[in-house]
T-cell receptor, first 113, second 113 residues
Framework: DAGVIQSPRHEVTEMGQEVTLRCKPI?????LFWYRQTMMRGLELLIY????????DSGMPEDRFSAKMPNASFSTLKIQPSEPRDSAVYFC???????????FGPGTRLTVT | RKEVEQDPGPFNVPEGATVAFNCTYS??????FFWYRQDCRKEPKLLMS???SGNEDGRFTAQLNRASQYISLLIRDSKLSDSATYLC??????????????FGTGTRLKVLA
């Protein structure tokens, strides 16, 4: 079975540009999570969806970040405009439901110059 | 004080040794608990869920102590391949009914030949 799929795996962009990260969760999973990981702050939950509905976006740093889940098999995390401090690894994870274990994708390594 | 705390290590142990990690959590509403393993520049991967009665998977044993609010992971007969960062994860339900999946910052283990 395919795991969580993320694209792109690496993204290098200039400050001010729009960045879109993509995620395809494991088929049949009802919950989807976006995380950001840096050396300084560790793994931080940005937002999670249950049945395609955003449930908790309290971790989204600011208005420059937005996330959507138009259907059960696809989600995007958008940063507009991007800033150097957004440089991090962004992970998407999915889970059968909210209280179950999560399965992570390979991550997108974002560098904003 | 962080809601989930772990000793960052590193724990340097010889092959074949037994090593134990603890993780403390501060919110008594925490409901489910997990250990994840993360290799350098890779995504976190579920190692095991932690049940109230404790559970064992081969060389790995996880325990939960609700009274003292900590979980532990014991690794017996350490292998070189066990070298990684071990993340403690606590899932709790907030007063608004949403679930919060909180990662510790991880404990680094290095098994030496």
């Amino acid at each position: 079975d395919a795991g969580v799929i993320q694209s792109p795996r690496h993204e290098v962009t200039e400050m001010g540009q729009e960045v879109t990260l993509r995620c395809k969760p494991i088929s049949g999973h009802n919950s989807l999570f976006w995380y950001r990981q840096t050396m300084m702050r560790g793994l931080e939950l940005l937002i999670y969806f249950n049945n395609n509905v955003p449930i908790d976006d309290s971790g989204m740093p600011e208005d420059r970040f937005s996330a959507k889940m138009p259907n059960a098999s696809f989600s995007t995390l958008k940063i507009q405009p991007s800033e150097p401090r957004d440089s991090a690894v962004y992970f998407c994870a999915s889970s059968p439901d909210r209280d179950y274990e999560q399965y992570f994708g390979p991550g997108t390594r974002l560098t904003v110059t | 004080r962080k809601e989930v705390e772990q000793d960052p290590g590193p724990f340097n142990v010889p092959e074949g040794a037994t090593v134990a990690f603890n993780c403390t959590y501060s919110n008594s509403a925490s409901q489910s608990f997990f250990w994840y393993r993360q290799d350098c520049r890779k995504e976190p991967k579920l190692l095991m869920s932690v049940y109230s009665s404790g559970n064992e998977d081969g060389r790995f044993t996880a325990q939960l102590n609700r009274a003292s609010q900590y979980i532990s992971l014991l690794i017996r007969d350490s292998k070189l391949s066990d070298s990684a960062t071990y993340l403690c994860v606590v899932n709790r339900r907030s007063t608004s009914g949403t679930y919060k999946y909180i990662f510790g910052t991880g404990t680094r283990l290095k098994v030496l030949a």
